[in-house]
């Protein structure tokens, strides 16, 4: 089983950036890899990024047009989330997740998910 622990939110005027953290505990080694969703109230869960254990593979959703960074530290079994250029749509609970083989943009395929970490954008 793995236990991941989401740190890195918070408030922050539009613009600017926020840099999340995901640390993993366990048996990292039973995932195929790490994502990012959020969830804004009233709305659905949303893919944001998604990134291996292994490889340089990287993947995003399309909202984020080049202004997030998915990236690991393996030794740490970290994963982390650099947003920049944030904007008041981005504001929701992020939420770091494990996941098997499948669609790495399909919430159905992670199997264990992080308490999740505010954030907020002003305008």
């Known amino acids: 089983q793995v236990q991941l622990v989401e740190s890195g939110g918070g408030l922050v005027q539009a613009g600017g950036s926020l840099r999340l953290s995901c640390a993993a505990s366990?048996?990292?080694?039973?995932?195929?890899?790490m994502g990012w969703f959020r969830q804004a109230p009233g709305k659905e869960r949303e893919f944001v990024a998604a990134?291996?254990?292994?490889?340089?593979?990287?993947y995003y959703g399309d909202f984020v047009k080049g202004r997030f960074t998915i990236s690991r530290d393996n030794t740490k079994k970290t994963v982390y989330l650099q947003m920049n250029s944030l904007k008041p749509e981005d504001t929701a609970v992020y939420y770091c997740?494990?996941?098997?083989?499948?669609?790495?943009?399909?919430?159905?395929?992670?199997?264990?998910w992080g308490q999740g970490t505010q954030v907020t954008v002003s305008s």
């Open positions: 990134i291996r254990w292994s490889g340089s593979s990287t």
């Open positions: 997740a494990a996941r098997g083989a499948g669609d790495y943009s399909d919430p159905r395929v992670y199997n264990c």
């Open positions: 366990g048996r990292t080694s039973s995932s195929y890899g």
